[in-house]
């Protein structure tokens, strides 16, 4: 499964008298306002011809069309349920994935109609089924009201499902940081002599609206210096502890925030000054270095250009020279627009059947946006890893390419975060709970498709996460399966996960107890999931992956995403190695190799031996080869001692 683009276009074909045909691209909106009820539908939506039916999703309406996808046309019937609009040809063709013709409402972009001039007539009437259906379609992807979406609904017929499996309560940031034998000390506690951090309580958003309800703060600032710390700080985006671990008595941290707000005229704040000096201790009892060595390096995602101009509006970067004891470097990653117009050059090219193919993907530049991050999270990792220093990651707002740069730092240097398990925990952590605004990147519900805000983050980190994949294929748990779920999911609105742009709007829409977690819908396909390949380290050194020399002719181009819907794609006949290799068909290869390598081995055994068998050996021996399905025939032939 995937977002993949698709470009649809609809021509009512009713008999009803003086009625033009009227054209409906699916990935265009209408400018018009409609406050039509959806038409109740009775017929079941099996009985229409559709294969795989949503728990509570219904049908709705329903028209009988012309579809054209800008090559071949199709007559069918065109449905509009409460979750998607599907189209069920006459013929399906054998070319096609069976979710071809299937959209839900949020992968919408826009909608429009239009009169095809072709058959144009001077009576520029349309049926009522196709002005109801287009009125429809309009109101179940533009809707403003979260509780309107499909997973509300979904959550009614599956709760049973979220009961089971409690993805909801996946992450514990208690026992996330006890894993890695960090200890950190409670909020009404008073301070340990053995901690150098401490949790902060922000129930409400009291600290700051778009953070977890529970942060890991330096255990010696107290409440004055965090709250001036967070006036400073974007969106009061304070910095706080993402991941820490232990090495020779010292501890190394790495902390992610938003950037300062030093304006043109440098302003300082010397509580945020002292804030990030308590964040360089690695030791409990260290003492002030009076040569103010390095000990905190802050990597800026931005460009120094880009962080520069930021300080006409009033924010920027920290100044070296007022922060001691820290380095600031800067890592050229574009901005969400750059990756946002990148992308949309690549989906495009997605359609071509031109020789340019190659040529445009590299126009897209997708893929130096890919590189960059990689090379990038490579910096961050070797800083924490070789030089053991702690890190602070900060962008614009620290909700975009700062969750990206920090979990696949995470992904390099931790083994757990690959693991099934583990991958889930950090997506939590990282992107829901710590404000990845995943509703304005994505855009659900949001009628203006030029928007500035859509940009395709989290599936530009799922690309990276592919990358990582190709280059180690023992090392992650899961399979690319759960990354193509992810990036469909992503967008569908079928889960609660990704509808809200911060953990204190999911506590404000009630989303923990009104829709299905997708962590409990992947933990009970977990087995689809399984890379067969996986290794389980077995020590630290192992668990360390960091692509030193990543480039761009590492890359690899993420085809099951990209050309999911291209006929030449499509595996008709199911013979995909994605698809062959599962555990049980690799178990079953495994046998069978075994039992060719027991023939092997039979037929190099000496022949002088065999030459001198008896009738009775020689009879024992054309039984056990007979007998190619037991694994130990050698163990057999030789227990008739030939000689």
């Known amino acids: ?146 509780t309107t979406l499909f997973a509300f609904t979904y959550y009614k017929e599956m709760q049973n499902l979220e009961n089971e499996f409690q993805g909801w309560k996946i992450y514990n940031i208690e026992k996330d940081f006890e894993r890695m034998g960090i200890i950190v000390q409670q909020e009404n506690q008073q301070q340990q002599i053995n901690g150098l951090f401490k949790y902060l309580n922000n129930e409400g958003g009291q600290i700051c609206a778009t953070y977890y309800n529970r942060l890991i703060v330096p255990s010696k600032v107290d409440m004055d210096c965090i709250q001036k710390t967070a006036k400073f700080r974007s969106k009061e985006r304070i910095p706080i502890l993402s991941y820490a671990f232990q090495v020779n008595g010292k501890i190394v941290s790495l902390w992610r925030s938003a950037q300062c707000r030093i304006g043109i005229g440098q302003i300082r704040s010397l509580e945020d000054e002292l804030y990030l000096k308590q964040m360089s201790q690695q030791m409990v009892d260290e003492q002030d270095n009076q040569q103010e060595e390095i000990r905190l390096k802050i990597y800026d995602a931005r460009s120094d250009v880009n962080s520069i101009g930021q300080q006409v509006a009033g924010k920027g970067f920290e100044i070296p020279i007022y922060y001691k004891s820290c380095s600031l470097e800067f890592l050229e990653i574009q901005s969400i627009h750059k990756v946002r117009e990148s992308q949309m050059k690549l989906l495009k090219n997605s359609f071509s059947e031109t020789i340019q193919f190659i040529s445009q993907l590299e126009i897209s530049i997708w893929y130096e946006h890919i590189v960059s991050l990689i090379q990038g999270a490579v910096r961050i990792a070797l800083s924490l890893t070789r030089e053991k220093l702690n890190v602070l990651v900060h962008c614009n707002d620290g909700w975009d390419k700062t969750p990206q740069l920090i979990s696949l730092v995470q992904i390099m240097i931790d083994g757990y975060y690959r693991t099934f398990d583990g991958f889930m925990i950090l997506i939590q952590k990282e992107w829901i709970n710590n404000g990845h605004q995943f509703c304005q990147r994505s855009a659900i519900g949001n009628k203006q498709h030029s928007d ?24 992650f748990e899961f399979n690319v399966k759960l990354l193509l779920d992810l990036a469909y999911h992503n967008m569908s609105s079928l889960f609660g996960n990704f509808i809200c742009d911060s953990y204190l709007e999911i506590q404000k829409q009630k989303v923990m107890e009104s829709t299905v977690s997708i962590w409990s819908w992947m933990m009970k396909y977990k087995d ?96 056990i080869i007979q007998e190619t399905q037991n694994e130990k025939i050698i163990e057999k032939i030789e227990s008739i001692q030939l000689t």
């Open 1 to 146: 499964m995937s977002d993949a683009p698709r470009k649809l276009f609809f021509r009512n074909t009713s008999n009803q008298p003086q009625q033009s045909n009227v054209i409906k691209q699916v990935d265009e909106q209408s400018n018009q306002e409609t406050n039509v009820l959806p038409i109740n539908q009775t017929k079941d939506l099996n009985q229409l011809g559709l294969d795989f039916v949503q728990a509570g999703e219904v049908a709705l309406q329903q028209v009988n069309v012309v579809c054209y996808n800008g090559v071949q046309q199709f007559q069918g019937l065109l449905v509009a349920t409460n979750y998607q609009i599907v189209f069920l040809p006459q013929r399906f063709p054998m070319e096609f994935k069976k979710n071809y013709f299937q959209v839900p409402y949020t992968f919408l972009i826009k909608v429009d109609r239009t009169i095809d001039k072709k058959y144009h007539q001077k009576m520029r009437e349309q049926s009522d089924d196709c002005a109801c259906l287009f009125n429809l379609i309009n109101k179940n992807a533009y809707t403003l009201q979260k």
């Open 528 to 623: 689809k999931y399984k890379n067969a390949f996986y290794l389980n380290p077995a020590s630290i050194e192992q668990e360390v992956i960091i692509p030193e020399q990543f480039t761009g002719k590492s890359v690899k181009f993420w085809q099951e995403y990209f050309l999911n819907y291209s006929p030449e794609y499509n595996d008709v006949y199911g013979i995909h190695p994605s698809s062959i290799f599962t555990r049980d068909n690799l178990q079953e290869m495994y046998k069978s190799l075994a039992k060719e390598n027991q023939v092997l081995r039979l037929a190099q055994m000496d022949q002088e031996k065999l030459a001198h068998l008896n009738q009775q050996k020689f009879n024992q021996l054309i039984q």
């Open 452 to 475: 500035d805000c859509r940009s395709p983050i989290f599936f530009q980190f799922l690309d990276c996460v592919y990358q990582m994949q190709q280059l180690y294929p023992l090392s």
